[in-house]
């Protein structure tokens, strides 16, 4: 998706994460990244570059797997739930390729992972802000994805409620082992969320580490937004892999083809 004709939106981004961590990409508005998860999770193709989701390449030239075969979850700002169905069917939905007879088990272990025991027969409309970010994180665990993609899903929920909802969901992810990647403009957000912190400017990642690293390094001669505050720093690679194992998100590419 490139602003203009030929503008790249991305650069030459590398970025790693190892199984079982979050990492949260920061960067303000146009930076790229929603551009970056639509990518990782197949909806837009790059020109050129690799990603690999658990050891498997699901995108390089020659080579797409559809976003549906790429076992990779995407909870967005506004969770996105069915309105005419139940907090439970909501859920179910994820679980097609699931027994029936196991189903009713793995639906209350990811309600219980969320903080909603209970909330099954719930419609979308009863719940709050928070509480339907929390049955879309459910429904996105349910099925054990590969990766989770988190697309500022704090955005919308109310800021007295935040710090508790994303403490939860960090220890939801936790809990399930799982490895995934949050897109955030807010640095406290970031910090306290991720593992580990890669900042993305101008479409590159120039920056990234634990987030103690990432706070601890001086200014590069940006401003003092909130969304500046670790600065900048030089460097990108060849590119890395993203999947469970070991390396999670590779990529490396002018710009995207699609737009």
Known sequence: MAYEPDEPVLRGLDLEVAGGELTAVLGASGAGKTTLLRIIAGFLTPTGGTVTVNGRTVSAPGVRVPPEKRGIGI????GALF?????????AFGLS??????RRAR??????????????GRMPYELTGG?????ALARVLVP???LVLLDEPFETVDSALRVGLRN?????????????????HDWREAHSVGDRVAVLRDGRVVRQGTPER?????PGGVGERRHDRPGAAAGHGAGHGAGGGGQLAQYSASRPAAR
């Open 131 to 135: 509480q339907r970010q929390r049955v």
């Open 75 to 78: 909870v967005g700002q506004e």
């Open 144 to 146: 054990h994805p590969a």
């Open 97 to 102: 390729r699931v027994k029936r007879v196991d």
């Open 107 to 120: 639906i209350e272990e990811s309600l219980a992972l969320v903080g909603l025991d209970g909330f099954g």
């Open 214 to 218: 990432v706070h601890r390094r001086p």
């Open 83 to 91: 309105p005419h169905l139940s907090v439970e069917r909501n859920i």
């Open 168 to 184: 939860d969901i960090r220890r939801a992810l936790a809990a399930m082992g799982s490895t995934a990647i949050l897109v955030t």
